[in-house]
């Protein structure tokens, strides 16, 4: 993931409480992988 993704996906969670709210409530990585993936961050487990 890029700096700059990084920066947006932190400002989308600032702003999309729903979304913030499903991270914290994900499982695994893979789970907040897809639903970072689902918002439209290209986002792996490395990252």
Known sequence: ???EQLTALL???RND???L???KAARNLDASSALAKEA???VSKAD
């Open 1 to 3: 993931m890029s700096e």
């Open 11 to 13: 400002a989308k969670l």
């Open 17 to 19: 409480t729903g979304l």
């Open 21 to 23: 709210e499903k991270l």
């Open 40 to 42: 439209g961050f290209d």
